[in-house]
């Protein structure tokens, strides 16, 4: 039967949970003004701050690309609102998320002053602004991070690879690293709690501190030279990556339909829908 944390520890948990996001919230309207080493610097503390709060244990495998290596696009699959935080603490990077999040109260403001690249998805000429935006960042020297699924899975499957996103990394000849992301429970298993799918966040954080611990194992596959590529190759080069190193089976769009570069169709390159905000 599986352990769960008692009622006072949830409690206290989420108590310095709350104290946690407030003090991000308030480092937010700072961090602009402070160069970029110190900003990383700020990201990755206020990340495992906030792992360490929620008690997820962080494990790597592969090695993240260090600070001297230039114009790095990172693309994860994509399991839970965790997955940004794991990234942050591992790797500082910025992030995809939908336009309706910068109305959000604190996390708006959070997401908006620590530089989230913000796209209308109602909107599909927005797709080339949000890469350029991609583009520019990258070639600044920052590093960011995509959610090519367009929504999140239970960490069982793996959802197709769609390719929007990815012209940036086409556009600037950048070095695209693929990146698995799964949680564990204490026993082993594919932790469940740690999906965000079908659910509220207040339910989603219900289900995450009811876990004694979540271990989550971060795996930066070889990197992926965009010369001479396309984005639907690199779609499924990234898709290949990150599926091998979760034991997954590749998607497929249709039963019986190869998922291979030259049977995407054009309008297969934007979600339909997508129940996380980020990407």
């Known amino acids: 039967m599986q352990k769960t944390t008692s009622q006072p520890v949830r409690i206290i948990r989420v108590i310095r949970l709350f104290l946690h996001v407030i ?56 399991v839970s609102w965790l997955d940004v ?25 959070l997401s908006r002053n620590t530089g989230t690249l913000f796209i209308e998805r109602s909107k599909r000429s927005d797709t080339l602004r949000i890469n350029q935006s991609i583009g520019e960042v990258i070639n600044n020297g920052e590093r960011v991070t995509i959610f090519p699924e367009g929504t999140t899975s239970n960490g069982q499957v793996l959802n197709h690879f769609y390719a929007s996103l ?39 954080l219900k289900k995450i501190l009811s876990q004694p611990r979540i271990d989550v194992e971060l795996s930066f596959t070889d990197p992926i030279s965009c010369h001479g590529k396309n984005r639907r190759e ?11 190193a979760l034991s997954l089976p590749i998607p497929h769009r249709e039963l019986g339909k190869s998922s291979g570069p030259a049977n995407v169709s054009p309008s297969s390159d934007h979600p ?6 980020v990407q």
């Open 85 to 109: 935080l794991v990234m942050m603490a591992a790797c500082p990077t910025r992030f995809v998320a939908k336009s309706e999040i910068n109305g959000w109260p604190v996390l708006g403001l």
């Open 166 to 204: 990815l012209q940036s990394a086409v556009s600037i000849d950048a070095q695209l690293y693929p990146v698995a992301i799964c949680y564990r429970n204490m026993d082993g298993d594919i932790c469940q709690e740690a999906a965000y799918i079908d659910s509220s966040l207040v339910s989603s």
């Open 23 to 78: 003090s991000g919230f308030l480092q937010s309207f700072v961090y602009p003004r402070f160069s970029r080493n110190i900003q990383r610097r700020m990201m990755q503390r206020w990340a495992k701050g906030l792992l360490t709060i929620l008690n997820v244990h962080l494990q790597y495998c592969g090695k993240p690309p260090g600070h001297e290596v230039p114009r790095v696009l990172f693309a994860a699959n994509h």
């Open 272 to 277: 339909k829908h997508n129940r996380y905000p």
């Open 234 to 244: 690199l779609a499924r080069l990234s898709e290949q990556a990150i599926a091998n």
